[in-house]
């Protein structure tokens, strides 16, 4: 087999997981990944093909999925086994920062010689940091990277300095060089996801764990395809806000892929996926007419997999008409992130909808034909008090009362972090925010604490650490309870869901008790050692009901099949 031009790894958020006894609390309750944060940006995929098709051999490798999949999974001996050319690590989310760092060190001591290649929004933001540990050669700024990558690969196999390569930071005699910012595409139509290359390096690998997105993935085989790169809102909290792309990725504007190459994209996933497709942004950000001609695009495909649309803001009814018309499955995801109008402005002044506006939305998209609608709601919010969290789960009952059960309502914590460039990292004083840690460093440090309480890089002036547990706890007791006297989940699934959080109270309750020093409660050790499922998932909600219905068979064979098939021709046409 033709050697490996990069090695795309993708890292557990804190790399011994297997070992350490962290309660990690509810972060990842509603995304379908674990605490572990198993699932790799859609960017290995978008950066995949870019690379193949110009002749390079890429492999991702998710060693999260895998190290949670077998426990015994030896991730020294399997990177052993491997010898690339290059290796490409993500540090995209921050909560990433232990484990990424992990894995370059492992890399670099297995082959000392091989480039280690870093890249995603963190990355970018502490890039300078980044570059100084000694594990890391390279880091490749912005939110657009397959072609300065390419040109960093082609540099490297020629042996040439990379002092050309856009948005590269590197080091050369010790000394941290940082190339110009200059590839932020116009376009975003010269990548794509083709899925099908995963089905490729699947069979090219023997190795299908490896390339699943998150656990589970395989039962609940959602997809998500992006629409948009950079945001037309500033979210205080949100480190892909309009400000934040621009300090990060000096990208001023969004930038919308076009509706052909989207819609081509969601063909190509129906071909072989059952599962729902996500479109990720609402696609009125690129304006009626952009989002009209998506629509008309999809009622031409005639898609049957569930779509999902997003909506920032509540557009006008004959958008919904226009969705019903346009696809036979449909759901929306709202996420007001609380009733509280005011609060809700304060977070982002764009998204200035009611209460009122969005429950119109609701009942029209609930009178014809929406399968489902998700509305979500978040803690940890500028001017947000334990009180307000209270009534934000008295407005769920009133949603819930107003509605079928295809309606439901989530809450979390914004967790673990407040995102690095976000307008409440940048100016915490401003938004009334406290933070915990601001360097690379510190975040690491931070994601070994024993508690998510100590997790947080952030509390508010409303609302301290331990009060963000609380009323994280209290709300989701009190959620879970309104979702069973309204039918929205199964008595055992709710009977479940209240014992895990009691579980999880328990522990933490026993942490904080502990007078710890150094130590930690050795009951809490041993119940939380190598843990990451028992007092940290579905302790907000079941993680099951964020996923929609299952067909008997998931997956397209026939699609499959052709794939398979354009694959051997490859290898044939390759060898004769
Ligand atoms: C869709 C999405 C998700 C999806 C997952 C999509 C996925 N697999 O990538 C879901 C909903 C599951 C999700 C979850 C989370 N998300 Co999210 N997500 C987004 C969102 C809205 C869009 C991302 C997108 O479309 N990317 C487009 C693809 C094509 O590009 P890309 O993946 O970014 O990759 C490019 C570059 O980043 C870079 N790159 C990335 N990795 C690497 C690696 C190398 C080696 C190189 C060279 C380059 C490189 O090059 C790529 C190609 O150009 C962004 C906000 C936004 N508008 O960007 C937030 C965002 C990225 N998510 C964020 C966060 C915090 C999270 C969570 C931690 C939240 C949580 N606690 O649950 C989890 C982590 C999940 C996990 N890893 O398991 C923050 C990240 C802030 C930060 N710096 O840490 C963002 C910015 C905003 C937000 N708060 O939602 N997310």
């Known amino acids: ?35 572990v944060f198993e699932m790799y940006p859609l960017g290995f995929l978008t950066m995949t093909s870019y690379l193949e098709e110009r002749g390079l051999n890429v492999r991702i490798v998710n060693l999260a999925q895998r190290m949670i999949k077998d426990r015994k999974f030896d991730v020294p ?33 297995i082959h000392p010689t091989t480039p280690v290649i ?16 000694p594990a890391v050669n390279y880091v490749l700024r912005g939110s657009s990277t397959e072609l300065p990558l390419y040109e960093l690969l082609m540099s490297l196999a020629a042996g040439q300095s990379p002092a050309q390569v856009p948005n590269l930071t590197w080091k050369a005699d010790g000394e941290v060089r940082v190339n110009p910012l200059t590839f932020i595409p116009e376009t975003l139509d010269f990548v794509d996801l083709m899925p099908e290359r995963l089905v490729k390096m699947v069979l090219r690998h023997r190795d299908l764990q490896s390339v699943l997105p998150f656990s589970g993935w395989w039962q609940n085989p959602i997809t998500a395809v992006f629409t948009v790169k950079g945001c037309a809102h500033e979210c205080v909290t949100c480190g892909s806000s309009s400000q934040a792309c621009e300090l990060l990725s000096k990208r001023k504007q969004p930038q919308f892929r076009s509706p052909q190459s989207l819609v081509k994209n969601m063909l190509d996933i129906s071909r072989f996926s059952k599962g729902p497709i996500f479109l990720v942004g609402d696609l009125r950000q690129a304006g009626d007419k952009h989002a009209y001609e998506i629509l008309a695009l999809l009622r031409e495909a005639g898609i049957q997999n569930e779509i999902v ?36 402005r304060r977070q982002d002044g764009t ?22 609608i998700d509305v979500f709601f978040m803690i940890g919010l500028p001017q947000q008090t334990q009180k307000s969290v209270e009534e934000t789960i008295h407005y769920c009952e009133h949603l819930m009362q107003g509605s079928d059960k295809r309606l439901s309502c989530f809450i979390s914590p914004m967790g673990p972090f407040i995102d690095p460039a976000s307008r409440g990292f940048e100016e915490p004083e401003r938004f009334g925010y406290r933070l915990f840690a601001h ?9 070994v604490q024993p508690s998510w309480q100590q997790i947080l890089n952030y509390e508010t002036i409303w609302m301290s650490r331990a009060e963000l547990v609380s009323a994280t706890y209290d709300a989701a007791e009190a959620l879970n309870d309104l979702k069973l006297k309204y039918d929205r989940i199964s008595r055992p699934r709710g009977e479940e869901v209240a014992h895990r959080i009691k579980q999880a109270r328990d522990i933490r309750d026993r942490l904080d008790a502990f007078d710890r020093g150094d130590k930690m409660d050795p009951a809490a050790f041993q119940a939380l050692q190598g843990e990451i499922n028992a007092f940290s998932v579905s302790t907000v909600c079941d993680k099951k009901e964020l996923f929609w219905r299952r067909h008997p068979v998931n997956y397209r064979p026939i699609g499959i099949m052709r794939i398979m098939l354009a694959y051997l021709r490859d290898l044939v046409g390759r060898d004769s």
């Open 351 to 372: 998204t200035s909808f009611t209460n009122a506006e969005m429950e119109t939305v609701i009942q029209a998209a609930q009178s014809l034909g929406c399968h489902r």
């Open 77 to 109: 001996a399997f990177l052993a086994k491997l010898n690339p050319k290059a290796v490409g690590i993500d540090l995209h989310w921050l909560p990433h920062a232990h484990g990424a760092i992990e894995v370059a060190k492992l890399v670099k001591q």
């Open 118 to 133: 870093f890249g995603g929004l963190s990355s970018t933001y502490f890039h300078e940091e980044l570059i100084r540990y």
């Open 1 to 35: 087999m033709a050697q490996i031009d990069l090695l795309l790894l993708h890292p557990p958020s804190v790399y011994d997981f297997r070992e350490r006894a962290i309660l990690y609390g509810p972060i990842s309750d509603l995304i379908p990944s674990s605490p």
């Open 309 to 344: 649309f997003e909506l920032f803001n509540m557009p006008p009814l004959e958008f919904l008409t226009a969705i019903d018309e346009s696809v036979e499955n449909w759901s929306l995801e709202l996420s007001p992130e609380s009733h509280d109008e005011e609060i809700r």
């Open 439 to 447: 360097t690379l460093e510190e975040h690491r440090q931070l994601l």
